[in-house]
């Protein structure tokens, strides 16, 4: 049963840790390899995950340029 949490905890962590990648294919960054790697090697410094988090999150000057194009 111990052993079940543990790997409960580990799979937790490990997608925590991801969720700068996960939101940048979702959002079909086109940098997405990019805070993918930047994600993976220095994610586990908290700095390292909150730039990812950061290159995630901002709008592109090509997705602004799309969404005022198009009026979405």
């Keep these: 049963m ?3 949490f543990k790997l409960v905890a580990f799979m937790g962590v490990v ?5 700068p990648t996960y ?7 086109h940098n997405r390899i ?3 790697v930047v994600n ?3 994610g586990w410094i908290i ?11 901002k709008n592109d ?3 602004a340029l799309y969404k005022a194009k ?3």
Aim: aromatic share 22%; hydrophobic share 55%.
């Design 2 to 4: 111990e052993s079940i």
């Design 15 to 19: 997608f925590i840790h991801f969720i």
């Design 23 to 29: 939101i940048a294919y979702k959002r079909k960054k």
């Design 34 to 36: 990019t805070i993918a």
């Design 40 to 42: 993976l090697l220095s």
């Design 47 to 57: 700095i390292g995950w909150f730039f990812a988090l950061y290159m995630a999150l």
């Design 61 to 63: 000057d090509n997705q």
């Design 70 to 72: 198009y009026k979405l």
